[in-house]
């Protein structure tokens, strides 16, 4: 009898711990490649409606006061160049001159750029000086919601810089501004600029 119940209690104990959950997966990195089986990744996140739709105000940078809105769509035949940054922000202030220097090359008549400022209610009063610091001519605004949340993903550093063909299509999406940045910047813009389409 004593060896009967050896038995089955070696066999439960067997069968209990050989349920139990799978350990964790080891990992290789420390950042996550899904939550929730949802891949992360640094595309953009699907609009909730049109992209050609997503709007912004213009932003007056000498009064900080909000104007016009325009949106992707009011551009069509032109590539429009979105950049979103903020006043603290060293690598968006590194990028205003390129950006100055493309408005340059190609024109308005060709090119768009639109600096969408998202550094928030405590850095709007900086605006207009910053602007007159560094002397920026294109059209400076502030993003509807859904346009910052479709352009920024789940990757919240700025500068964010959002390159689109002429028929409104995103073509590139940088994060970030360095000599890297600027000559995938350029080789965007010459691409989108140059297409027939």
Known sequence: MKLLYFCLFTFAFCLFSACRPAAAPVAISNKPVSVNDVPLTNQPLPPTKPVEEMTWAALDGRTNQEGAVSRL???????????????????????????????????????????????????????????????????LAIPEQELSRFIFGRETAIPQTAIFDRKGKLVKRLVGFDAQIKKELDAAVELAINSKS
């Not at 024109?107 to 007159?132: T, W």
């Open 73 to 139: 769509k009011d551009f069509q035949g032109k590539v429009v160049i979105l950049d979103f940054w903020a006043t603290y922000c060293a690598p968006c202030i590194e990028a205003i001159p390129h950006l100055k220097a493309l408005q340059k090359k190609y024109g308005k008549e060709n090119l768009e750029i639109v600096g969408l400022h998202v550094g928030g209610e405590e850095d709007r009063p900086l605006v207009p000086l910053f602007v007159k610091r560094l002397d920026i001519d294109y059209t």
